[in-house]
C-alpha cells in the first residue's frame, strides 16, 4: 500500500518505465572538439554489451570473432576510462541516449 511507503504508478507510468528499461543506449560520446571517441562499431559492441549479451553472442551478432570483440572491449574501456564490463553498462546508462540500438553485420570499423 502507499501509505507503507510503496510507490503507486499509472499504467501509463509503468508503460513509460517499461519502455525506458527495454531501451540500449546508443553510445555518442564526443570530446571537447566535437568529435565522436567511439567507432560506429565500438558503439553497437556497447549497445549489445547492455543488453547483456555476451561476448560470444556479440560476437556472433556481429559476425566478428571473439578475439576481435574482446580487442573492441579494451580499446572502448581505455576511451572511456572504464575497466569492465559492469562500468561500462553503468557508463552507457548514465551517458548515452536512449535510441533503440541500430548496427548492420559485417560492416567495418
Known sequence: MVRDGQVW???EQIHYLLDLV???PSLR???DCGRSLLT???EQV???V???LSNRD???ELSLSEHTVKKYLFRIFDKLGVSNRVELVLYAVNH???????WVPGISA
Open 9 to 11: 504508478a499509472s499504467s
Open 22 to 24: 527495454c531501451q540500449v
Open 29 to 31: 560520446v564526443i570530446n
Open 40 to 42: 560506429p562499431r565500438e
Open 46 to 48: 556497447v549497445a549489445l
Open 50 to 52: 547492455s543488453e547483456g
Open 58 to 60: 556479440v560476437s556472433r
Open 96 to 102: 548515452g541516449d536512449t535510441r533503440h540500438a541500430e
